[in-house]
């Protein structure tokens, strides 16, 4: 049999009528014929699977090189056929909304690095199917953002300490690191910091209130007895969550509307809206005002119906506990702060006012939703001077559309 004859063959017995690699069924369907023939499929089907995936994930990053975020955000072809260049440095949840816009909201996996099948050891893999066409991996490579280079600078400082005595480190804000830890820097060597972060791994937030979260949010790892965990912050701010898309603010039409059937699957965003008093029919109100430019402006107002103990649950439980709180100052300097415990984590929080909750709603002068959680934190009053901690909730389309809205919290701290 030629192989023409094959891929006849193959595609006569598929389903669709042509061979899909990332079938199963087809798969085996070539299996079949290979093993009729007694050619070695288990050789066979490895490499057109590799050489199709290869293809497809080419293909996939060609059409994003044409596109308007190509010169957004600097991206550049490789050499890999698996990789794009980030030349912006920007974070995975920015190039994940990309390739929600630009492929029709793919079912996408996010593998950390070092985690299989991602076989690098710094940077993330998204993987997902290409309509029509099968498995892509991406990886989206170079340039860090700003507070993953902040998270290498710091590992590469500690490392360099490693092994000298106190008086013999060059760097105040390692010197400052190591003794509020209580860390002799003489009994390790550079080996027993290890770099964990690049994944920037984000916090799950939940009623339940705060979890041990040491080993998942560790950005640095020092192999002391028991390990220390370090969660390393650059001073701009930090995600904490990424919701996906809000379903329940969809177009029917020209018109949005609320579904509250979609409202009620979603038992976290629903339990956070009720949380924070907010509206979702004021949400889609506000963005009819935008599409049609008649009625009420974008406007901040502060919220009349909120559970102060369900919030304070939920903030303390993006903190987490069980590690060092590691944050860039000015001057070289450094903010660290052990989280021992569920207090702990409720202390990073503070109080929270009755006027604690400011939301905006869409309006003729914006699509977006925002909300502003503000508190009263002892522990960063006490130690940065400076007050209060900050919650942003952000619903918005991010690729110039109206609809859908991505649900993101972030923090200033």
């Not at 440095?89 to 029709?104: M, V």
Request: glycine letters at 8%; a negative charge; charged letters at 25%.
């Amino acid at each position: 049999m030629t192989l023409n004859e094959l891929l006849v063959e193959w595609s006569y017995r598929t389903k669709k009528g042509y061979p899909d690699m990332g079938n199963p069924s087809d798969i085996l369907i070539l299996k079949e014929i290979l093993e009729s023939l007694d050619l070695p499929s288990e050789e066979i089907i490895p490499n057109l699977e590799e050489g199709t995936k290869a293809s497809n994930s080419r293909k996939a990053i060609a059409f994003i090189l044409q596109s308007k975020y190509a010169k957004e955000h600097g991206f550049k072809k490789m050499s890999n056929p698996y990789r794009i260049g980030n030349l912006d440095g920007i974070d995975k949840d920015r190039f994940l909304e990309i390739l929600l816009d630009l492929f029709n909201n793919p079912e996408i996996t996010i593998h950390d690095p070092g985690s299989s099948p991602n076989t690098s050891s710094k940077y993330n893999l998204f993987e997902f199917e290409l309509e029509g066409e099968g498995l892509v991996q991406i990886y989206l490579a170079g340039g860090a953002n700003k507070g993953e280079k902040y998270e290498q600078d710091i590992l590469a400082r500690i490392q360099s300490s490693l092994g000298n005595s106190m008086d013999e480190i060059q760097y105040d804000d390692i010197k400052k690191l190591f003794q509020t830890i209580g860390l002799d820097p003489t009994k390790f060597s550079g080996d027993d910091a290890q770099f964990m972060g690049a994944a920037d791994t984000k916090r799950q937030v939940s009623f339940d209130g705060p979890a041990d979260l040491g080993s998942k949010v560790a950005d640095i790892v020092i192999d002391t007895e028991p390990k220390t965990y370090l969660s390393i912050k650059n001073r701009k701010g930090s995600g904490i969550y990424n919701g996906g898309n809000v379903t329940f603010i969809r177009m029917e039409g020209e018109k949005a509307i609320f579904d509250q059937s979609k409202y009620n699957e979603n038992p976290l965003f629903r339990e956070i809206f009720e949380a924070c008093g907010i509206d979702p029919q004021k949400i889609a109100d506000g963005i009819n005002s935008y599409i049609t430019g008649t009625g009420e402006k974008s406007e901040w107002q502060s919220s009349t119906s909120i559970d102060l103990s369900k919030i304070k649950k939920l903030l303390a439980s993006s903190f987490g506990y069980g590690y060092w709180y590691v944050r860039e100052k000015a001057k070289n300097n450094i903010f660290v702060h052990y989280i021992n415990d569920e207090q702990g984590a409720y202390d990073m929080v503070g109080d929270l006012q009755s006027n604690a909750v400011k939301i905006k709603y869409p309006g003729t002068t914006s699509k977006n939703m925002e909300i502003v959680i503000q508190t009263d934190s002892k522990v960063f009053v006490q130690e940065e001077g400076r007050t209060p901690l900050a919650y942003q909730i952000v619903m918005r389309n991010a690729s110039g559309k109206i609809l859908p809205m991505r649900f993101n919290i972030r923090t200033n701290k």
